[in-house]
């Protein structure tokens, strides 16, 4: 009788193992938004203006940040609408953050690469946006890589935890089952 307990722990305890395992693995959660931001490093002033959120992305293998290389409100405001201004935060003060196929960004970057985004054309464009959805003029703008991971958040911490969350389980049930018996 004991060993049939001990038998379904450790079948359950697989299926456990699975599910905390490859599940996370099939969606990253990424913190998405846009803004704007300077800094005055002679007089140690850093000025944000942003608007982050956490959104679950489907498929994705990786986030990012990006800046505009030039002209950082004529691209933030094709990329994600609204008012920008480069007279206070300068040409390349702008920002945007995603997930993987926001904006056209398919293939995973590294930090400082150089890429092209664009909003669709057609309204299904995935990346964050100000107000109201609106279809994109489908013009490319260059943007550098700023940051890019393969993290929930990006930050590694929640993956190890989620990973190794059950085995401790797992094992912490086994002992408890051996003592018993």
Not at 18 to 30: A, E, K, T
Not at 95 to 106: A, K, P, Y
Not at 155 to 175: C, E, K, W
Request: hydrophobic share 40%; proline share 3%.
């Amino acid at each position: 009788e004991r060993r049939k307990k001990m038998a379904l722990i450790q079948k359950n305890g697989v299926l456990l193992c699975f599910l905390f395992l490859i599940v996370p693995s099939m969606s990253l959660y990424c913190k998405v938004g846009y803004g704007q931001t300077i800094e005055q490093q002679n007089k140690y002033i850093h000025f944000w203006s942003k608007s982050l959120w956490t959104r679950n992305c489907p498929g994705a293998t990786f986030c990012w940040e990006a800046r505009p290389t030039i002209h950082s409100a004529d691209a933030m405001a094709d990329l994600v609408g609204g008012d920008w201004n480069d007279d206070y935060w300068g040409d390349t003060g702008g920002f945007v953050r995603g997930c993987q196929s926001d904006f056209g960004l398919d293939t995973q970057p590294t930090k400082g690469d150089f890429v092209n985004l664009a909003r669709a054309v057609d309204g299904s464009e995935s990346g964050v946006f100000v107000l109201d959805q609106f279809k994109g003029s489908g013009k490319n703008w260059e943007f550098r890589i700023n940051e890019v991971c393969a993290e929930d958040l990006c930050s590694s911490a929640s993956r190890i935890l989620i990973g190794v969350l059950p085995l401790l389980l797992v094992g912490g049930m086994t002992m408890f089952l051996h003592i018993l018996s």
